[in-house]
């Protein structure tokens, strides 16, 4: 067909389908999405339905525990006659409140430690920070052993005391060598500008370095609070009394070694041995629960800081 100009009508294709993406990939089709849904779902139960069957048998009493074979999904009346036996007897609210003093105090001196010694090491002038260097990488291949740590921490006296749950683990090279790669990334020319202002080195540290460092601070403050409320071996070894013990060894205690949990309720309400012990690990679990979503957002950044230079 011609058109009054003369000329031919172009013919008309229709549309290119293209396959949608997400950030360059391609959807994947609905049943793919399915299989993947039903594998991320039971991964997720997995992972769930163990503290559910925790929280759940704490809760329950004694003929559902029996009925169900030690551990409840579901509590059909639910009590907390468990915790009020638990904190009622004494042994666990010691032992919570040395948990939590161990854990703060070791946490923000191994933190001090840490940066302290990171920011000496990434000082190229400061004095032996070489030498000092490699023996810090050395403690990453070679550890002393257990009975050798016995007898350094019996030698400065620290048997049956708080600081022999402390001390030993106060600084580690890992995070030294992580936070000193941060330092390292400064740009030499903010730490020039402060000293010809005047700035000391405690100054620079406290003032530029820190504040610049918190993600690194953050993820390296979780990991030894995690490290210090989670340690029970330390104590096994170098604590003698048990009004000392912290709350991971009361729950090996009670726990592991199904030792019989004494509460001062009444006779008639004493609730099953299986929620007492169900209560004492729910416990030992919340407080690393509720720290862990305010530092989240930092740690993804902080893991990876420091290992790629940009």
């Known amino acids: 067909m ?8 172009t013919p008309t294709r229709p549309p ?12 994947p089709n609905v049943a793919v999405r ?11 139960a997995v992972v769930v339905l163990p503290f559910v069957a925790v929280i759940s048998t704490s809760l ?18 639910p009590s907390f006659d468990a915790y009020a036996a638990i904190f009622r007897g004494g042994v666990v609210t010691r032992a919570t409140l040395v948990s939590i003093g161990i854990t703060l105090v070791g946490s923000l001196l191994s933190v001090t430690v840490v940066a302290l010694l990171a920011y000496s090491l990434s000082r190229p002038g400061s004095w032996g920070h070489r030498p000092i260097l490699v023996l810090v990488l050395l403690t990453m291949l070679f ?14 006296g620290l048997i049956d005391s708080y600081w022999a749950l402390i001390l030993p683990g106060l600084a580690s090279a890992f995070q030294v060598i992580i936070m000193r790669a941060f330092f390292l990334e400064v740009p030499r020319e903010i730490v020039d500008a402060a000293r010809i202002d005047g700035a000391s080195e405690l100054q620079i540290l406290t003032r530029i370095m820190i504040p610049l460092s918190k993600a690194v601070i953050a993820v390296i403050g979780l990991f030894n609070a995690v490290a210090y409320w989670s340690a029970f071996f330390n104590a096994v070894l170098y604590i003698n009394s048990t009004e000392k013990w912290p709350l991971q060894l009361v729950l090996r205690t009670y726990v592991v070694d199904n030792t019989q949990v004494g509460t001062d309720l009444p006779g008639e309400v004493v609730p099953p041995q299986q929620s007492l012990q169900m209560a004492i690990l729910v416990v030992s679990l919340v407080p690393i629960c509720l720290v862990y979503p305010l530092l989240q957002r930092h740690f993804a950044k902080g893991m990876v800081i420091g290992a790629v230079k940009g």
């Open 60 to 77: 329950a009493g004694q003929e559902q525990i029996t009925a169900a074979g030690g551990y409840v999904l579901w509590p059909q009346h």
């Open 2 to 9: 011609v058109t009054a100009t003369g000329s031919r009508p």
């Open 34 to 44: 399915g299989l993947k849904g039903v594998v991320l779902f039971l991964c997720c």
């Open 16 to 27: 290119v389908r293209r396959p949608r993406t997400v950030n360059g990939a391609p959807v």
């Open 143 to 156: 550890n002393a052993g257990m009975i050798p740590n016995y007898l350094l921490v019996k030698e400065l």
